[in-house]
């Protein structure tokens, strides 16, 4: 009763972003001697790099975890302490799950001879998700503070000196090419535009058409200013491209969230309206559950599904051909249900690994009166929510 149905549907859709957005730009070439190497259609259809908008994500993806930051940390009824370490659980537990399998898989395939092209591409697209965790952890651990000073000098103050961080970084990079030791400063204030603008919305701010106009309108802006002076057009990199918008987060990817989430604040009412559809309100809230496997998982799903059907002893089209065309797309467009049934089995398994026991029903039965034993409603409520022990006070016995 307390979630926000338009943040989780937002959420919903940046998790699809990124890995339809993978998915489609990741190609796995078989090669003469049997092993993959990766390709990116980016390179042959430049056109594509619109599309990058679209499902380029990460942005929205943080300023909903903001959002889901602020109203977890007011609700929780512990310390900040307690808070923080129950929510960074919720990050590792599932990386080291990741790791774990993965690293068994790996070992397995390297036993059954599997070439050592396609091993590296394997453990290069399952470990390359992880840089997510440096900025989100960081962010998530700095919530406190950050909120405090949203409250008190407004979100776009604070958001100034990340811009001008990554500006800087933007402008280092190109005078002296080799500055990889910005990455992480420039990882988290990049990101840190996002989640201190879903810390503000939490808190009330940012409500309204006015605000969200001003974010689309202003992002989309700086986006084509960016463009036209001379910042690559794709969201994301490109194999052989002297820059990338992603590695390390440029301008771009700045304008591109604020863009991206002032047309998602402007979507509220569409958004709500697709809630309440059951068939729509039980996906979003799927991929709300597990978002982080989802996450994690999506790329070593795709490697698997490639180097299984490799077993077919020849190249399938969308699979283990050259991404050099629309013909490709549209065969990699056929695989995706596929990937997408894959990936929503081994998550389902993974939750349900996770949940255990307590995923049962609890059975509760009067034992004051007489055999048959009756099975009794229970009504579960928190303590520190009292509308809702009113509630529940109400309801018959």
């Given at each position: 009763?307390?979630?926000?149905?338009?943040?989780?549907?937002?959420?919903?859709?940046?998790?699809?972003?990124?890995?339809?957005?993978?998915?489609?730009?990741?190609?796995?070439?078989?090669g003469p001697d049997g092993s993959l190497h990766q390709a990116s259609p980016l390179v042959a259809m430049p056109g594509l790099a619109p599309v990058t908008w679209v499902l380029q994500t990460l942005g929205v993806f943080f300023f909903t975890a903001g959002y889901a930051s602020a109203r977890s940390a007011a609700r929780h009824p512990g310390g900040t302490g307690s808070w923080l370490a129950r929510r960074l659980r919720r990050l590792v537990l599932?990386?080291?799950?990741?790791?774990?399998?993965?690293?068994?898989?790996?070992?397995?395939?390297?036993?059954?001879?599997?070439?050592?092209?396609?091993?590296?591409?394997?453990?290069?697209?399952?470990?390359?998700?992880?840089?997510?965790?440096?900025?989100?952890?960081?962010?998530?651990?700095?919530?406190?503070?950050?909120?405090?000073?949203?409250?008190?000098?407004?979100?776009?103050?604070?958001?100034?000196?990340?811009?001008?961080?990554?500006?800087?970084?933007?402008?280092?990079?190109?005078?002296?090419?080799?500055?990889?030791?910005?990455?992480?400063?420039?990882?988290?204030?990049?990101?840190?535009?996002?989640?201190?603008?879903?810390?503000?919305?939490?808190?009330?701010?940012?409500?309204?058409?006015?605000?969200?106009?001003?974010?689309?309108?202003?992002?989309?802006?700086?986006?084509?200013?960016?463009?036209?002076?001379?910042?690559?057009?794709?969201?994301?990199?490109?194999?052989?491209?002297?820059?990338?918008?992603?590695?390390?987060?440029?301008?771009?990817?700045?304008?591109?969230?604020?863009?991206?989430?002032?047309?998602?604040?402007?979507?509220?009412?569409?958004?709500?309206?697709?809630?309440?559809?059951?068939?729509?309100?039980?996906?979003?809230?799927?991929?709300?559950?597990?978002?982080?496997?989802?996450?994690?998982?999506?790329?070593?799903?795709?490697?698997?599904?490639?180097?299984?059907?490799?077993?077919?002893?020849?190249?399938?089209?969308?699979?283990?051909?050259?991404?050099?065309?629309?013909?490709?797309?549209?065969?990699?467009?056929?695989?995706?249900?596929?990937?997408?049934?894959?990936?929503?089995?081994?998550?389902?398994?993974?939750?349900?690994?996770?949940?255990?026991?307590?995923?049962?029903?609890?059975?509760?039965?009067?034992?004051?009166?007489?055999?048959?034993?009756?099975?009794?409603?229970?009504?579960?409520?928190?303590?520190?929510?009292?509308?809702?022990?009113?509630?529940?006070?109400?309801?018959?016995?």
């Open positions: 009763m307390t979630r926000d149905r338009a943040v989780d549907a937002l959420r919903a859709y940046a998790v699809a972003g990124v890995v339809l957005g993978h998915w489609l730009v990741t190609g796995l070439v078989l599932p990386t080291v799950a990741m790791l774990g399998t993965g690293a068994a898989v790996l070992l397995a395939a390297t036993v059954a001879g599997t070439p050592d092209g396609t091993l590296t591409v394997a453990l290069t697209l399952a470990v390359s998700p992880l840089w997510f965790l440096l900025p989100f952890a960081t962010l998530v651990a700095l919530t406190g503070p950050l909120r405090a000073a949203v409250r008190r000098f407004g979100p776009w103050r604070c958001a100034a000196p990340a811009v001008a961080a990554v500006a800087g970084s933007d402008l280092a990079a190109r005078l002296f090419p080799d500055v990889g030791a910005l990455l992480p400063v420039t990882l988290l204030a990049a990101w840190g535009v996002p989640y201190l603008l879903g810390l503000a919305h939490a808190d009330g701010q940012l409500t309204g058409r006015r605000p969200a106009a001003a974010l689309a309108a202003g992002g989309a802006v700086v986006l084509a200013a960016l463009i036209a002076a001379g910042y690559p057009a794709s969201a994301v990199g490109v194999p052989g491209a002297g820059i990338s918008n992603l590695h390390p987060p440029s301008l771009v990817a700045v304008a591109l969230a604020a863009g991206q989430i002032g047309l998602g604040l402007l979507a509220r009412p569409a958004l709500l309206r697709l809630a309440d559809r059951p068939l729509a309100a039980r996906a979003v809230a799927a991929v709300n559950r597990n978002a982080m496997r989802i996450y994690l998982w999506h790329q070593p799903v795709l490697v698997g599904v490639t180097v299984l059907a490799t077993r077919a002893g020849e190249a399938i089209p969308g699979l283990h051909t050259a991404p050099d065309g629309p013909g490709w797309l549209l065969a990699r467009g056929c695989w995706l249900p596929l990937l997408v049934l894959v990936l929503a089995l081994l998550v389902h398994r993974g939750a349900g690994g996770a949940t255990g026991r307590a995923a049962a029903p609890v059975r509760v039965y009067d034992v004051g009166r007489s055999e048959p034993r009756r099975l009794q409603e229970v009504i579960a409520v928190r303590d520190s929510d009292p509308s809702s022990r009113g509630r529940a006070d109400r309801q018959p016995r």
